[in-house]
């Protein structure tokens, strides 16, 4: 669900690389003291994969693209701190390997599918966690994809009044909230289910690999 | 040695003060010409370049160019200058991003961050690892299939493939980072 570059004012863009900037520094803090010979293969094959599902994409008419995210799991193995850097790395190799996404939109996306994704999915396996190891996991990663969702969105349908020429017509992003909010949310709360599946999957690979405790 | 910003990091940040310029113009020739300015900077690369960024255009742009036509249309408000401005600043982005990735090593980027590096470098070999195996699983798939696959084999056959590329991926990922640490990667 990344936002493509040239979407974006620079009244948007440039305060929220002001946010991330303070959440990259927080996450990376500490984070190679985590990192050892066991868990970075591991991180790089989950982030491989999570590159790997970004790019099957649908275009949104709302302006951003339909595709599962892999966030969940990262934040569920491996934290949120290290999640949300490794999914800012998948986002830049997206963006100048692929066009996919864009530099001047890494930021927002960097704050909305990394950081809120991965919070979204800690705190909801946590709040579940009594009703049952699989059905957390899933609702999880179902949050972790429509709260980012709803943030593209109305990031997105904002831009109207925030960029205007003189006679009125828009700047960057010429759709307002009206449109925005159904675009992005109806498809993602399919695409919710389909990653809700899919993390359990993998999530029952890592279990059985022994990377995590339920 | 010279010293100094890297000339990976230095052609980053020019390309990324380009970015923050063509987002604060509005004027359709003007990002037109700064594209033709690009286009012919950009040396023998650029009608690859230029197709390259025009195809990853196209998946978003498409969508959201025909959506404003035909939203601009019912209310009776459709500016072309609208529509041209927004293609042509996100083609030059794009346009730029190509190029900039032409010219440079993106781990260069990342020299002086070892932590950063270290991921970097085992999760762009976990892609390649990926795309390796997905092509022999293809290429393997169809030798054993000269009908069309019915949806169950079709199925079974992704399930193995899932579970192979993460087995795959994992052993690779585990080497790489024993070889790292024999060379000292993983040293506080």
């Known amino acids: 669900m990344h936002i493509p570059d040239g979407f974006l004012s620079p009244q948007t863009y440039l305060p929220a690389y002001g946010a991330a900037a303070v959440a990259w520094v927080w996450a990376a803090r500490g984070l190679r003291a985590t990192l050892d010979e066991v868990t970075v293969p591991r991180l790089a094959m989950l982030t491989a994969l999570a590159y790997g599902l970004g790019l099957i994409m649908l275009p949104l008419p709302g302006g951003t693209s339909g595709h599962a995210i892999g966030v969940a799991l990262l934040a569920l193995i491996f934290g949120v701190r290290a999640a949300f850097v490794a999914y800012t790395g998948v986002l830049v190799l997206q963006a100048l390997l692929f066009g996919a996404g864009g530099i001047t939109a890494l930021a927002v996306n960097a704050l909305a599918l990394g950081l809120v994704g991965a919070l979204a999915a800690v705190g909801v396996r946590r709040l579940c966690a009594p009703a049952g190891e699989t059905f957390s996991v899933a609702l999880a990663a179902f949050a972790a994809v429509l709260l980012p969702a709803l943030l593209i969105a109305v990031v997105l349908g904002i831009q109207p009044l925030i960029a205007r020429q003189a006679d009125g017509a828009p700047q960057f992003f010429p759709f307002g909230l009206e449109i925005t909010l159904p675009a992005v949310l109806l498809p993602h709360l399919f695409i919710g289910i389909g990653e809700a599946a899919l993390t359990v999957l993998v999530w029952r690979y890592a279990r059985r690999k022994k990377w995590v405790v339920a | ?188």
């Not at chain 2, 927004?86 to 980027?109: Q, T």
């Not at chain 2, 002086?112 to 195996?133: D, E, F, H, K």
């Open chain 2, 1 to 188: 040695m010279g010293g100094g910003v890297n000339p990976a990091r230095r052609w980053f940040l020019a390309y990324a003060a380009a970015l923050v310029a063509a987002s604060c113009v509005h004027l359709p020739a003007l990002l037109a010409a700064a594209l033709g300015i690009a286009l012919v900077a950009a040396g023998r690369m650029r009608w690859q370049l230029l197709k390259r960024s025009l195809l990853a255009l196209a998946v978003f742009n498409l969508s959201v160019s025909l959506g404003y036509t035909l939203v601009a249309l019912w209310q009776q408000n459709f500016v072309a200058e609208t529509l041209l401005l927004l293609n042509l600043r996100a083609l030059l982005m794009v346009f730029l991003g190509f190029w900039l990735v032409s010219r440079i090593d993106l781990l260069a980027l990342l020299a002086g961050w070892p932590t950063l590096s270290l991921c970097a470098t085992l999760a762009i070999g976990q892609i390649r690892a990926y795309q390796r195996v997905l092509e022999e699983f293809r290429m393997a798939f169809a030798s054993r299939n000269p009908q069309p696959p019915r949806l169950i084999d079709r199925a079974r056959h992704a399930g193995t493939q899932g579970g192979a590329l993460l087995d795959k991926s994992l052993t690779s990922a585990g080497e790489v980072a024993l070889a790292m640490r024999s060379r000292g990667a993983f040293d506080a």
